[in-house]
């Protein structure tokens, strides 16, 4: 029972955030379209808005963090069950369709765990990545005074950010080059969060479309080899440090220019 109204909470919690990102059900942010001109009140919606999306996001958290708790239990016994049977079966005790059985269902229990571990993480970045680049773009004063230019060639850096202009144009069909860099560098898939427009970024009418975000820490080593990377084939890049108190964990590597504003932010009724 608790389980079900766990997952009933899940479902309720994401629709809420995705319904936050997407614009409300009433307005749908387009991006390029022609928007009305800024009322007086827009730093007052800001505040609103942000914190409507940061209340959906503590809510989906906390309830994905509740089910990872259960889909962890269930992990362990499933575990030890078959331990247990496989024993068994050592000592003749136990049938070969018993231990497959067994093996099936830490399994299954395994795979939810690692979905819902999935979910949180994912979910988490999104929203960290988008507020991120919203409050620097949104709140100039807080992080530095001196914006980085957006000139070609253009590299600042500051405790929030580093950010660096770019040798050339620069969009996303060229990203094919940088994802196979990293996967011969690290043995790994280029973990990419944001790949493009998404609905948080309609939401904040920003314009993400020629973007990708890039879950690493820019002072990670993967992540300073990437800017490396960037910076010696002349494509632009800005990269995050700090996160969103209390809401998620942020520091991310924006491949792209600056994303701008293309329209305001469209309200929830």
């Given at each position: 029972m608790k389980r079900k109204m766990l997952q009933l909470?899940?479902?309720?919690?994401?629709?809420?955030?995705?319904?936050?990102?997407?614009?409300?059900?009433n307005a749908q942010a387009q991006p390029g379209a022609a928007q009305p001109a800024p009322p007086?009140?827009?730093q007052s919606e800001q505040a609103r808005l942000r914190e409507q999306l940061t209340q959906a996001s503590r809510e989906y958290k906390s309830s994905v963090e509740q089910?990872?708790?259960?889909?962890?239990?269930?992990?362990?016994?499933t575990q030890e069950r078959l331990a247990q049977v496989t024993e068994l079966r050592d000592q003749g005790l136990a049938k070969r369709q018993d231990v497959e059985m067994a093996a099936e269902a830490f399994k299954v229990?395994?795979?939810?765990?690692?979905?819902?571990?999935?979910?949180?993480?994912?979910?988490d970045a999104e929203v960290a990545e988008t507020l991120v680049e919203a409050n620097v773009e949104d709140a100039p004063a807080k992080v530095n005074s001196n914006r980085s230019p957006r000139a070609s060639g253009g590299f600042v850096r500051n405790t929030a950010y580093v950010r660096y202009g770019g040798g050339?144009?620069?969009s996303l069909s060229e990203a094919g080059t940088i994802k196979q860099f990293f996967a011969l560098?690290?043995?790994?898939?280029?973990?990419i969060h944001v790949f493009g427009q998404s609905p948080l970024h309609d939401r904040w009418g920003y314009d993400h479309r020629n973007a990708m975000d890039i879950g690493l820490n820019p002072d990670s080593v993967e992540g300073q080899a990437l800017m490396d990377y960037l910076r010696a084939n002349g494509v632009p890049?800005?990269?995050?440090?700090?996160?969103?108190?209390?809401?998620?964990?942020?520091?991310?590597?924006?491949?792209?220019?600056?994303?701008?504003?293309?329209?305001?932010?469209?309200?929830?009724?």
């Open positions: 909470r899940l479902m309720l919690a994401s629709t809420w955030l995705v319904v936050a990102f997407a614009g409300g059900l007086a009140n827009s089910l990872i708790t259960i889909y962890e239990s269930d992990a362990k016994k229990a395994s795979l939810k765990l690692l979905e819902a571990q999935s979910q949180l993480k994912a979910g050339h144009p620069w560098r690290f043995g790994r898939a280029l973990p890049f800005t990269a995050f440090h700090y996160a969103i108190p209390g809401v998620a964990t942020g520091p991310h590597i924006h491949v792209g220019l600056p994303s701008h504003r293309i329209a305001l932010p469209i309200a929830g009724r």
